[in-house]
Every structure is written in structure tokens, then in C-alpha cells.
């Protein structure tokens, strides 16, 4: 196959079956995970000489921009992104109070910004932090799954990405992971507790959680049929140091459910569909259990944690996952490094992890508010200086 014939959806494919295409795969905007804050953003359009624009948020806890057309064609990014999109009818409470923006998403978590100076928002309230009983659990309305808002267009999206556009998406998800969602309803000191002292209850919410999730995978997969190669998931089992339980509870509580959802996902999908499967931190012990439960894509790779060498990663697991990310430090290097420092941390990520394919390129998470545009620049060059493969 020659240079010339290789498309963006075509690119991505031969690297997610860990072969070598013509050059490493680039995203930038293709996932809530994946993408670029609007303070970043809006500079990098200027920089890169493109008419302003009345941004779209893609997320709007991080405040990260939908990444337009022209930046993606400029920048020759190669997945796109495709989310659901909100219950009919539902409208998120949003105020301003006591120097905070404030707002209440479907779930019933509250989320505050400071209005002066903030970036993003932070959990302030859980709406379960009261409900400790499984009786009382059971009386709780969760959001619906099925609700037809969260499917409009995505059938039709799907098929102009891969059939029209032959670029490749990541289907979204519909709510964080299944440990995430616990937390965060119930607050983090509380589900903690639980694990250990409430199991009953523990083990009810996690389990609402997990069937909430495979209801929207089956009837988004339905609707795709073919026209999916990627699907995202996520848990945040780790901190930069080490896990944030211990091995042997997410052994008993977690990986069960991550494995009876991923195998759904399978069993509903029309096509060899790929997990991509986000987790901060020193994930690296933790890599064979999640490769065991059916993940394929780890994503962010989180070059600063304790212990996640890249090159280490690749030689002792990359038969098995394709690593999505990793390719610059997203905490010192590019925010305050030089141009050369991103270049050289950029070639050093490529040598580690793109032979043999299964490497696609992105920062460590989304680019933040405070990365200059010229270091997403030096990035980028270097990507198509040291990502071509001969």
C-alpha cells in the first residue's frame, strides 16, 4: 500500500491490529479524554491563522472545545468522536452563587467553578451521600439509558466518519466508569466505607450502575451496526502512585462487573469493536488484570506516574494493547517546557511505543488552559518528523 492510499479510518485500523501503517495515528478532540481545553484552544486557532469562532464545549466539566473541521484538516488529525447526546427534554440546572458557577448534571451531582479565574469544575455535592441502605437505594430514579435523546443522528454521524469521510470515531459513553459513577453519587469517603463496612449496598449501587451502562451499549451498538471501531470506557482505579483500592477489592468488586460489561459489548457489537479503556495513574501492575477482563486500547498513558515507563510498557505489553496517548507530558513539559524539550520528550514516546503499530498519538490527557500554542506546534512537527514509519 503506498502512501497515497492510506486513509485516516484505514490508518487507524492497521495500528489498532498492531501492524505498521504509513504513519503514527493522530488525535486531537476525538474523546472527552482526548482533547483541548477552549482557553488552549482559542489560542491555537490564532496561532494557526483561523478566522475566530463561537466555541462549541464539548465537555463541560473540563471546558473542552469540539475541535472544528478546519483545525482537524489542518492538523491532519485521523479519529473523530461521536458522544449521545443529552435526555430529551432535560435541562441542567446551571447558577451563580457565593463566587461560584454552579451546576446540576443528570445524575444529581453538583459541580461549582470559581468565577474568578476557573478552569474547570469540581464535585461539591452527591446526591446519594444520605442514602445508605439498599431499601432506600432501590427508590432512587437514575438517569434513563434509553432515553431517544442520547441516540439522535449518532447512526447517521457513524456511517459519513467511516464510510464517507474514512476517517475512524470513538463511540462515547454514556456515563463515567462504573466505580467513577459510585463515588461520585455517593462521594468518594462514603463509597469507600461501603466497600468494606456496607457491602450489600456497595455491591446494589455498582450494580445499577453496570446495568445502566449495558442497556445504552446495546441500543447504541444496535444502531451503529458495523460503523464502530472503537468504543471508549474508563474507571480511575489509580492515583500517581499506586491504586486508590487495594488489589484484592478491585479483584472481587470491579473486575467482575468490567468483565461482564465489556464481554456485552462484544456479544452486541457487529464487528470486531476495540475497548478503549481510560485510567490515569501507575496503572502498569494493574495492566494484566484489565488485558484479562477485555480491554484493548489503555489510554491515557500517564508518563509521570509512578513506574509507567514507555518503554517498559511496550515490551511487556504491547502484543496486547494499543496505547493511545503518551506521546508528551501533559503536566511540566508541555505547558513549561521549551519547543525542544516537547520535541525531544515527542521522539523519546515514538521510539518507545510505536514499532510494530499499536500506538496512537495524544497527550497525556487533555491539553490544558495554560499549553502555549507553540508547544502543541513543536508536538505536532514532531510527530510528522519522528512518527513516519519506513
Same mark, same amino acid.
Given at each position: 500500500?503506498t502512501?497515497?492510499? =492510506?486513509?485516516s479510518?484505514?490508518? !487507524?485500523?492497521?495500528?489498532l491490529?498492531?501492524?505498521?501503517?504509513?504513519r &503514527?495515528? $493522530?488525535?486531537l478532540g476525538?474523546?472527552?479524554l482526548t482533547?483541548? /481545553?477552549?482557553?488552549?484552544?482559542?489560542?491555537?486557532r490564532?496561532?494557526?491563522?483561523?478566522?475566530?469562532?463561537?466555541?462549541?464545549?464539548?465537555?463541560a $466539566?473540563q471546558?473542552l472545545?469540539?475541535v472544528?473541521?478546519? &483545525? %482537524?484538516?489542518?492538523?491532519?488529525?485521523?479519529v473523530y468522536g461521536?458522544?449521545p447526546?443529552?435526555?430529551r427534554?432535560f435541562?441542567?440546572p446551571?447558577? *451563580?452563587?457565593?463566587?461560584?458557577?454552579?451546576?446540576?448534571?443528570e =445524575?444529581?451531582?453538583e459541580? =461549582?467553578?470559581?468565577?474568578d479565574?476557573?478552569?474547570?469544575?469540581?464535585?461539591?455535592? /452527591?446526591?446519594?451521600?444520605?442514602?445508605?441502605?439498599?431499601?432506600?437505594?432501590?427508590?432512587?430514579?437514575?438517569?434513563d439509558? +434509553?432515553?431517544?435523546?442520547r441516540?439522535?443522528g449518532?447512526?447517521?454521524?457513524?456511517?459519513?466518519?467511516?464510510?464517507?469521510?474514512?476517517?475512524?470515531?470513538?463511540?462515547?459513553?454514556?456515563?463515567?466508569?462504573? +466505580?467513577?459513577?459510585?463515588l461520585?453519587t455517593?462521594?468518594?469517603?462514603?463509597f469507600? &466505607?461501603?466497600m468494606?463496612?456496607?457491602?450489600?449496598?456497595?455491591?446494589?449501587?455498582?450494580?445499577?450502575?453496570?446495568e445502566?451502562?449495558m442497556?445504552?451499549?446495546?441500543?447504541?451498538?444496535? +444502531?451503529?451496526?458495523?460503523?464502530?471501531?472503537?468504543?471508549?470506557?474508563?474507571?480511575?482505579?489509580?492515583?500517581?502512585?499506586?491504586m486508590?483500592? *487495594?488489589?484484592?477489592?478491585?479483584?472481587?468488586?470491579?473486575k467482575?462487573r468490567?468483565?461482564k +460489561?465489556?464481554?456485552?459489548?462484544? %456479544?452486541?457489537?457487529?464487528t470486531d469493536? %476495540?475497548i $478503549?479503556?481510560h485510567?490515569?495513574?501507575? !496503572?502498569m501492575?494493574?495492566?494484566p488484570d484489565?488485558?484479562?477482563s477485555?480491554?484493548?486500547?489503555l489510554?491515557?498513558v500517564?508518563? *509521570?506516574?509512578?513506574?509507567m515507563?514507555?518503554?517498559?510498557?511496550k515490551?511487556?505489553f504491547g502484543?496486547d494493547?494499543?496505547?493511545?496517548?503518551?506521546? !508528551?507530558?501533559t503536566?511540566?513539559?508541555?505547558?513549561?517546557?521549551?519547543?525542544?524539550? !516537547?520535541?525531544?520528550?515527542?521522539?523519546r514516546?515514538?521510539?518507545?511505543?510505536a514499532p510494530g503499530g499499536g500506538?496512537?498519538f495524544?497527550?497525556? /490527557?487533555?491539553?490544558?488552559?495554560?499549553v502555549?500554542?507553540?508547544?502543541?506546534m513543536?508536538? =505536532?512537527?514532531?510527530l510528522?518528523d519522528?512518527?513516519l514509519y *519506513?
Open positions: 500500500m502512501q497515497t492510499t =492510506w486513509t479510518r484505514k490508518r !487507524v485500523e492497521t495500528t491490529n498492531h501492524r505498521e501503517p504509513d &503514527v495515528p $493522530f488525535d476525538g474523546s472527552i482533547g483541548i /481545553h477552549e482557553h488552549a484552544y482559542r489560542r491555537l490564532a496561532h494557526l491563522g483561523l478566522p475566530p469562532r463561537d466555541l462549541v464545549i464539548e465537555d $466539566f471546558r472545545a469540539k472544528d473541521e478546519d &483545525v %482537524k484538516q489542518r492538523l491532519d488529525v485521523d461521536i458522544n447526546g443529552p435526555p427534554g435541562q441542567m446551571q447558577w *451563580s452563587e457565593d463566587g461560584y458557577d454552579k451546576f446540576r448534571d =445524575w444529581g451531582i459541580w =461549582w467553578r470559581p468565577l479565574g476557573g478552569f474547570y469544575y469540581d464535585m461539591r455535592a /452527591h446526591p446519594l451521600a444520605n442514602v445508605e441502605t439498599v431499601q432506600q437505594l432501590a427508590k432512587v430514579e437514575f438517569p439509558p +434509553l432515553d431517544p435523546g441516540y439522535d449518532v447512526a447517521q454521524q457513524a456511517d459519513e466518519l467511516m464510510n464517507h469521510k474514512q476517517v475512524a470515531y470513538i463511540l462515547g459513553r454514556n456515563a463515567p466508569g462504573i +466505580l467513577e459513577v459510585a461520585w455517593r462521594g468518594s469517603e462514603n469507600y &466505607v461501603d468494606l463496612a456496607n457491602r450489600p449496598f456497595a455491591e446494589a449501587l455498582l450494580d445499577i450502575v453496570l445502566n451502562k442497556k445504552y451499549w446495546a441500543r447504541i451498538l444496535e +444502531l451503529v451496526g458495523p460503523n464502530v471501531m472503537m468504543i471508549s470506557e474508563a474507571d480511575d482505579l489509580c492515583t500517581q502512585q499506586g486508590l483500592i *487495594s488489589p484484592d477489592l478491585y479483584r472481587d468488586l470491579i467482575p468490567h468483565t +460489561l465489556f464481554e456485552h459489548i462484544r %456479544k452486541h457489537a457487529a469493536v %476495540k $478503549f479503556y485510567c490515569c495513574g501507575a !496503572v501492575d494493574l495492566l484489565l488485558i484479562e477485555g480491554i484493548d486500547v489510554n491515557p500517564q508518563v *509521570s506516574a509512578l513506574g515507563d514507555t518503554k517498559e510498557l515490551c511487556r502484543r494493547l494499543t496505547f493511545y496517548g503518551g506521546g !508528551v507530558d503536566q511540566r513539559i508541555l505547558p513549561r517546557g521549551t519547543p525542544q524539550q !516537547v520535541r525531544d520528550e515527542v521522539h514516546r515514538i521510539e518507545d511505543l500506538f496512537i495524544n497527550t497525556v /490527557h487533555n491539553i490544558q488552559a495554560d502555549p500554542p507553540e508547544n502543541i513543536a508536538m =505536532w512537527e514532531a510528522r519522528y512518527g *519506513s
